[in-house]
């Protein structure tokens, strides 16, 4: 078994508090991604799971043992880093069997290491060559590689595919797919690519300072932001936020006045009169009549990508984008009216917490 347990981690650096009170539970065999923005903590704690950074206070488990004390070798880990840190002057089968050759296993033993570690990326045909003849996505794979001969139980990825272009970047996410269904293993995997984060993740982690603000698998996420914060984090592109004010009606829904007209929203509590912050995607508005709109704008950018196209609107209450068909014909000066998609939409309190809706 190798779950990881997080319990009350604290880090701090002098008198500033980098890590604060993390508990975080990865089940065995679960592909668990950090996101974040720079700065949150995300790779200090890939660091303090790895016995790389000591950890102030709180225990880590791997396989339901504490490992906190314990020092990297012994973790039964393997980490992946951004950078390749392949040794130039060793050909690929060398350089995936190193850290074997340094443990003093035996070559018979280390060659059949390496050749599967091969066989599951695919790079059989690589092994004879020194890493100055691969291309970014093959190094990649073989500093993989170097990881997968060691067998860990917990395999750590610190922005593994950050240096790779936006080609690399999608076949790359295709392979640690393949390679995490076809190992079973346990991934934590830091990334500030939300795209990665929802193709790749069982289970994301959004970070900010230091804390954790959500934990859930990446459609809850996605459909259920706990505040404001993550329901603007993810999410490509990202959320429309409207400031309007909020009437009750009843004990059960609350009318959202906007400059072209309003919305009436179930809630499961009743909501005094205040100044609310109501968040619709892009792909959840659409474009209407001007009758029939909530908002009026007008078109200030149309970017178009082939199957949608991506419509940038000034309206009175700021900047807002629709995601429509990539057949829409709107252009620059257009007016248009926006309606929302009822059932999709979030409110959020002033201090950025999540009203549920029903």
Do not use: W
């Not at 130039?88 to 060398?94: I, R, T």
């Not at 970047?169 to 830091?190: D, N, P, Q």
Request: aromatic share 6%; with cysteine.
């Amino acid at each position: 078994m190798a779950q990881l347990e997080l319990r009350q981690i604290n880090k701090s650096f002098g008198d500033a508090s980098v890590i604060q009170n993390i508990d975080l539970h990865v089940a065995d065999g679960e592909f668990c991604v950090f996101v974040g923005p720079s700065g949150c903590g995300k790779s200090t704690l890939l660091r303090l799971i790895a016995g790389l950074e000591e950890s102030t206070s709180g225990t880590i488990s791997i396989g339901g043992t504490d490992v906190t004390a314990l020092q990297p070798a012994k973790r039964g880990i393997a980490m992946v880093f951004q950078s390749y840190a392949l040794y130039p002057h060793m050909n690929v089968a060398e350089n995936m069997g190193f850290g074997l050759k340094m443990a003093n296993l035996q070559k018979e033993r280390i060659e059949a290491k390496v050749q599967e570690s091969a066989r599951i990326l695919q790079i059989e045909h690589l092994l004879a060559r020194k890493p100055k003849d691969l291309s970014g996505g093959q190094r990649q794979r073989v500093a993989i590689g170097r990881a997968i001969v060691r067998e860990p139980s917990l395999f750590l990825f610190d922005e593994p595919l950050s240096n790779l272009d936006a080609a690399l970047r999608v076949e790359m996410r295709l392979e640690l797919a393949r390679i995490k269904e076809e190992l079973g293993t346990t991934f934590v995997y830091v990334t500030h690519d939300q795209v990665e984060a929802m193709t790749l993740a069982d289970k994301i982690v959004v970070l900010r300072d230091g804390k954790i603000e959500q934990v859930g698998r990446p459609l809850d996420l996605y459909h259920r932001p706990a505040n404001r914060f993550v329901a603007g984090f993810i999410g490509s592109p990202k959320m429309n936020f409207i400031e309007v004010s909020a009437t009750p009606v009843d004990s059960t829904s609350v009318k959202l006045d906007l400059p072209a007209g309003h919305v009436c929203l179930p809630v499961t509590k009743r909501i005094s009169s205040q100044t609310l912050t109501l968040g619709v995607r892009p792909e959840h508005m659409r474009i209407v009549d001007q009758r029939d709109a909530a908002l009026i704008g007008e078109v200030n950018l149309a970017e178009r990508l082939g199957s949608e196209t991506f419509v940038y609107v000034k309206t009175v209450m700021g900047m807002i984008m629709v995601k429509v068909d990539g057949a829409a014909t709107c252009a620059r000066g257009d007016l248009i009216g926006l309606a929302f998609t009822d059932d999709a939409l979030h409110l959020f309190a002033d201090d950025g917490s999540r009203i549920s809706v029903s």
